[in-house]
């Protein structure tokens, strides 16, 4: 943003008016103004984000990994922080900072390069995803495969209802699913971007063939009892155990696309 600077030097004198009868009034003193304007301070451009998503996967060998997902409750806009989301970023050095997902399927990801400097640059999923017709598609598939379970929940203000589905002739998954008034695909579609970075997907969060972009996963576990592991069945599991306020801010001050 260029800086402006503005110089004024006025002289203003008031010259008499005419009275009624033709008496003039008396002349005011001149009056001398001048205005200087010191260097403005740069202005800070901010990201703001409202909301939090965290998180928790569980994986097969027990290991567990959270991660957290940024949200503008007002805009729709995701946020991806490299100190937040537990990004994988191999091969990659001072690369990638912030990435950013729109309701429209475009992402803008912030790169500081020494070479290059501050870039931003951009990224489409397909637009298959954001047809008109893609949360009727979405329904169809689900209901084909999982079947509500009748137990609902609230958590975190949402209210989510379980599904159950047969992974087999004994291993099983099911999810909680909830209406939400935002689009969660730039969440699920994230890891098909053709990044280096991305979110920790042992167990998957892309659920954009199964729900519509108006429900979010908050639950998704997967029984494989024709698998063991320490005598048990193996287990896999992805849950939403938090979403609330937040006040986060990413600065972008200086980032230009590329």
């Given at each position: 943003m260029k800086k402006r600077f503005i110089a004024l030097v006025g002289l203003v004198g008031f010259m008499g008016v005419g009275k009624e009868g033709g008496q003039p009034v008396e002349a005011q003193s001149p009056l001398a103004m001048v205005a200087v304007t010191k260097n403005p301070p740069a202005v800070v451009e901010k990201l703001v984000f409202d909301r939090v998503l965290v998180y928790e996967q569980t994986?097969?060998?027990?290991?567990?990994?959270?991660?957290?997902?940024?949200?503008?409750?007002?805009?729709?806009?995701?946020?991806?922080?490299?100190?937040?989301?537990?990004?994988?970023?191999?091969?990659?050095?001072?690369?990638?900072?912030?990435?950013?997902?729109?309701?429209?399927?475009?992402?803008?990801?912030?790169?500081?390069?020494?070479?290059?400097?501050?870039?931003?640059?951009?990224?489409?999923?397909?637009?298959?995803?954001?047809?008109?017709?893609?949360?009727?598609?979405?329904?169809?598939?689900?209901?084909?495969?999982?079947?509500?379970?009748?137990r609902e929940g609230s958590q975190y203000g949402l209210t989510a209802a379980e599904y159950k589905a047969s992974l087999g002739r004994s291993d099983t998954e099911w999810l909680w699913v909830a209406e939400v008034p935002f689009n969660s695909y730039p969440l699920y579609l994230f890891n098909e971007l053709a990044l280096e970075a991305k979110l920790p997907d042992a167990h998957s969060i892309n659920f954009s063939s199964s729900l519509a972009p108006n429900e979010l996963l908050v639950q998704s576990k997967k029984e494989y009892y024709s698998e063991k592991v320490n005598g048990k069945p193996a287990t896999s599991t992805l849950k939403l155990i938090f979403f609330g306020p937040a006040n986060h801010s990413f600065d972008v001050t200086g980032y230009k696309f590329k």
């Open positions: 994986d097969y060998n027990g290991s567990v990994v959270r991660y957290q997902v940024l949200l503008n409750s007002k805009t729709g806009q995701f946020g991806f922080d490299r100190k937040l989301a537990n990004l994988s970023f191999p091969g990659v050095v001072g690369g990638y900072t912030f990435v950013t997902g729109q309701p429209d399927g475009s992402y803008r990801v912030y790169v500081a390069d020494k070479y290059e400097g501050k870039i931003i640059m951009r990224y489409n999923v397909g637009s298959a995803y954001y047809a008109p017709n893609r949360a009727a598609a979405c329904r169809n598939r689900f209901q084909k495969r999982y079947h509500p379970t009748g």
